[in-house]
């Protein structure tokens, strides 16, 4: 759920093209590579979709953003600026007995904000939906935005501090892309894709204010060193991406929107989007090579919204 930027379309659809859910389905449908829709930080007043690069500056359009890309066919509400549609409200405080993390020694609520095992996704809006972290600070960790974007509660920046650090000791350079994102500010970057583009596409381009795990501070987007690829769908080759993905978890690090899962967690491929859990239950879905939240959790696939 990072969101907002516009990715460049992979080769299949050519430089510059933003890939329609048409044409996405047909590259499915014939074995083609998933073009991600890239999800990117917004800028600090949240009123323009940022670019594919905070290091060019560059405007960008608003087809593709993290957390981002739902593939159902989205509710009447919302249907113009300034409104936005009501989180229905949160289901299920614990794992249920017969999902993998039932057996963890430690249990955490999935509906309180403020838990490392909250879920939300678009069946699951956060409650309330202005939430705010207590304890948002600023990671000492190299940054490529700065503002609201720049914070983390407090326990995911601790945490990010000792994983960027240890990437660093292995030769591999990571950025902090994109971290807190505001309610106001989601309202803002939602309803400017509403007003361009209907609601329909906003759907498939940004969250809907109130189900983005960015406004938990348990989430952030990843950049590399190099600063290649950011929200692209290339990133997921570059030294940062692979290197988050394959050690992640020892830091309580997963990759929150997995390849090829999308119908169950309602977002395209995020190679960048990485969500803390706790290394407990991280370490645990590695082990046991489940790769999404809501499997882990026993949760209903969350393809589009309700």
């Given amino acids: 759920m990072c969101h907002n930027c516009a990715a460049t379309a992979g080769p299949a659809l050519g430089a510059g093209t933003v890939p329609s859910r048409r044409s996405i389905a047909k590259l499915l449908a014939v074995g083609a ?34 957390e981002s890309a739902g593939s159902e066919t989205p509710t009447a509400a919302a249907t113009q600026p300034g409104t936005v549609a009501a989180p229905a409200p949160a289901t299920t405080s614990a794992p ?37 972290p ?30 960027f650090a240890a990437a660093a000791e292995d030769g591999v350079t990571i950025t902090l892309a994109s971290g807190y994102r505001s309610y106001g500010t989601q309202v803002a970057t ?14 498939t381009a940004s969250a809907r204010p109130g189900f983005s795990e960015h406004q938990t501070g348990w989430s952030f987007d990843i950049g590399d060193g190099g600063g290649a690829c950011s929200f692209q769908p290339c990133f997921a080759d570059q030294p940062a991406a692979v290197w988050a993905k394959a050690n992640g978890h020892r830091f309580g690090f997963v990759v929150r929107y997995p390849w090829m899962l999308h119908e169950i967690t309602g977002y395209y491929y995020e190679s960048w989007h990485l969500r803390f859990i706790g290394v407990e239950a991280a370490t645990d879905m590695a082990a046991r090579g489940i790769s999404t939240l809501e499997e882990y959790f026993g949760l209903e696939a969350a393809p589009g919204y309700l």
């Fill in 190 to 203: 939602y309803n400017s894709y509403v007003a361009s583009r209907g609601q329909a596409e906003a759907d």
């Fill in 96 to 132: 249920t007995p017969t999902s993998p993390a039932a057996g963890l020694a430690k249990q955490h609520s999935l509906t309180d904000p403020a838990s490392p095992w909250l879920v939300v996704n678009k069946h699951r809006p956060l409650s309330p939906a202005d939430y705010v």
């Fill in 134 to 163: 207590a304890d948002l600070v600023q990671p000492n960790v190299a940054l490529a935005v700065s503002g609201e974007a720049a914070q983390l509660n407090s326990t995911t920046a601790a945490a990010a501090e000792q994983m």
């Fill in 33 to 66: 590579g998933l073009t991600a829709l890239a999800a990117c930080t917004p800028p600090d007043g949240g009123t323009q979709p940022p670019s594919s690069s905070s290091a060019t500056g560059t405007s960008a359009s608003p087809a593709a953003v993290s």
